[in-house]
């Protein structure tokens, strides 16, 4: 008996757990399957916890990077196309190019708006090429393409040193960008609070 | 029978009328003469009468508008337009932002066909079978739920006024009318389910503190939202204006986070992740600044009002009465007063709120005026249910230690008075110019 105690215990404090949360209202709705769940969650939060299992190296990315059409939009090194340059030491961008959102004005100022610099988190860029990129094509590349084609990003950047270095999920999540510390967490947000105390 | 033909027919019939010649052989003969005699006895009723026919009168249309899905007049030929730093569609065929024409405007609703249009990234409207989309709640939660358009629509739902607004609505020196210094803010009324009954349905669990929302276009769109906003007033919403949203709002559901700036109302929402920090996704990227204060200007919208009439581009044809018109709203609540200075900002008077100011919605005001035909400058400065005041920009350059030159920009969103200058002729231009 003296064996089953925590495993009473512990069911005990699940019930209560479920007598703290909210109950549902309405039990309108139905719940996913975990292969629904798997499919559509493809957050990567900055810690990369939902890196799926992969891997890539800067090389193989180079020729990604042409192969699924990254340089048509780009420009074939990553500089000099019609979209963002992805690699820093080009020329400023030209106002009207496309620019992710929130940066429209970035073009102004060289590489601020190089993302694989600009990004204080690995995943982030990882997340943000998952999602959406290539044009037309987006959330069709495989995650090893992913890997790859961050490395190039990050090895075109000096970020990493080796174009054989591999990048997988251990490797991104450990990674300290360049601009891990360059920016500041949104506050969080009160009812009945003005955005920003002492602003006019 | 099509529209044209009936017309004729009826106005065949008060031809008959006035000719007092009811022979049904005539009648006949009429009609088989089609549509040249029917103009020639159109004519000659006309100068009998001095008068068009009633059918002249009478607006022409297909059975489309007339019956099935009404259109405007053909004199209103008010229109949205292409932000002028990029143009819409782009060299990818991408529709980026489009600036809502604001003096055209009556009232606090923004018609939907004019509502102004940002996109996270410039993207591609998505063609969405609501019979096939759902919404996925999942996460630290629970008990993960997935809805259909359906069961969102059994469920308790809140019909409220909200304005959308997006963080490039800042007024440039370069900028004539109003739909280019503040086109891209728009206002509807939404019906949907509020956010917090959804999230309870799945319970969220202790430690959660953000939700990343998801939209379902091809770049996927997500932004975060502190729990706090989400469990508060947020809205899961498919009605807009009485009607199903527009696929430009993101048809079949959309997420309203009220106040917050555009780039956080995440349309076409498919998803949404309960989590336990800031997510910095696709949207969030965009938003990276080093300075905190910056970032919390960024997300919220202070108080901002503007004039909508009279306004840059028009004229006034002389001095005398004219009503000054314009729109007040502010992310942090309703409006509670706004002000109007027609001396450049030396003197203000209260001006009249002639819409209900609801909680982050524009709000209609107006004001008595008459021009005495000297050059003079207007003015409009309005103050929200926090007692926060509408900034001039002078006092954002002096909060920053920059200085106050024609081309400086406040961080974050830009909620800073502005200014029409009214020259001897009539002319309206830009004050900042």
Redesign the interface.
């Known amino acids: 008996m003296a064996s089953l105690k925590p495993v009473l215990l512990t069911a005990i404090l699940a019930a209560a757990q479920?007598g703290?949360?909210?109950?549902?209202?309405?039990g309108?709705?139905?719940?996913?399957t975990a292969d629904?769940?798997k499919a559509?969650?493809?957050?990567?939060?900055?810690?990369g916890k939902e890196l799926p299992p992969g891997k890539g190296t800067a090389k193989e990315g180079a020729r990604l990077f042409l192969l699924k059409g990254c340089g048509g939009?780009h420009g074939a090194t990553g500089i000099g196309g019609?979209?963002p340059a992805l690699v820093k030491g080009g020329p400023p961008a030209v106002?009207?190019q496309?620019m992710?959102?929130?940066?429209?004005g970035m073009h102004m100022v060289p590489d601020t708006g190089i993302?694989a610099l600009?990004?204080?988190?690995a995943a982030?860029l990882w997340?943000?090429i998952s999602?959406?990129m290539p044009?037309?094509r987006?959330?069709t590349l495989k995650p090893d393409e992913v890997y790859a084609i961050t490395a190039f990003l990050l090895y075109k950047n000096e970020v990493i040193k080796s174009e054989d270095e591999v990048m997988d999920q251990d490797t991104l999540r450990k990674l300290v960008m360049p601009?891990r510390k360059?920016?500041?967490?949104?506050?969080?947000?009160?009812?009945?609070?003005?955005?920003?105390a002492n602003?006019? | 029978m099509d529209l044209k033909q009936r017309d004729l027919k009826q106005q065949d019939l008060k031809q008959q009328d006035l000719k007092q010649d009811s022979k049904s052989s005539n009648r006949r003969g009429f009609l088989k003469g089609g549509a040249a005699l029917a103009g020639l006895a159109a004519g000659a009723v006309q100068s009998a009468k001095a008068q068009p026919p009633v059918a002249e009168l009478r607006a022409k249309g297909t059975s489309k508008e007339q019956v099935a899905y009404g259109d405007r007049s053909k004199y209103e030929t008010s229109v949205r337009k292409s932000v002028a730093e990029r143009a819409s569609p782009d060299a990818f065929g991408l529709v980026f932002h489009v600036n809502a024409p604001l003096q055209d405007f009556y009232g606090s609703i923004s018609p939907s066909s004019l509502h102004y249009v940002a996109t996270h990234r410039g993207a591609f409207v998505p063609d969405i079978d609501p019979k096939e989309h759902r919404v996925m709640i999942h996460g630290m939660v629970d008990r993960p739920l997935i809805f259909t358009m359906d069961d969102l629509k059994r469920l308790p739902f809140v019909t409220r006024q909200h304005f959308v607004e997006c963080a490039g609505n800042r007024a440039k020196s370069t900028q004539t009318t109003v739909q280019e210094t503040h086109g891209l803010t728009s206002n509807a009324e939404y019906t949907g389910v509020l956010l917090s009954t959804l999230l309870k349905e799945c319970g969220v669990q202790k430690g959660a503190s953000w939700i990343v929302a998801e939209g379902a276009e091809e770049v996927k769109g997500a932004g975060s939202i502190p729990l706090g906003k989400a469990m508060d007033d947020c809205l899961v919403a498919y009605g807009q204006n009485g009607e199903a949203l527009r696929p430009q709002q993101g048809y079949p559901v959309r997420l309203m986070v009220p106040g917050f700036e555009g780039i956080f109302q995440i349309k076409y929402l498919r998803r949404i992740k309960v989590v336990d920090q800031f997510y910095m996704t696709y949207n969030d990227y965009g938003h990276i600044t080093t300075d905190a204060r910056a970032a919390a200007l960024a997300n919220q919208v202070g108080p901002k009002s503007v004039i909508t009439f009279p306004s840059g581009g028009q004229k006034l044809p002389g001095p005398g009465y004219y009503e000054i018109s314009g729109l007040a709203w502010s992310g942090q609540g309703a409006i509670k007063k706004v002000e109007v200075s027609t001396d450049g900002g030396k003197t203000w008077k209260d001006g009249e709120l002639r819409t209900t100011p609801y909680r982050m919605a524009h709000t209609r005001f107006g004001f008595h005026w008459k021009w005495d035909g000297k050059a003079c400058e207007i003015l409009s400065r309005c103050t929200d249910e926090l007692g926060t005041v509408q900034p001039s920009r002078a006092q954002v350059a002096k909060y920053w230690n920059e200085p106050l030159t024609k081309g400086f920009r406040a961080k974050g969103m830009d909620n800073t008075i502005m200014a029409w200058r009214i020259d001897a002729e009539g002319s309206i231009h830009n004050g900042l110019a």
């Open positions: 479920i703290w949360a909210q109950a549902p209202a309405y309108v709705g139905r719940t996913p629904e769940i559509w969650d493809i957050a990567i939060g900055p810690d939009c019609r979209a106002p009207g496309a992710p959102a929130g940066m429209e993302m600009r990004s204080p988190y982030t997340d943000y999602r959406g044009l037309n987006e959330g601009n360059g920016y500041a967490e949104i506050p969080d947000w009160k009812r009945n609070t003005p955005r920003l602003y006019p």
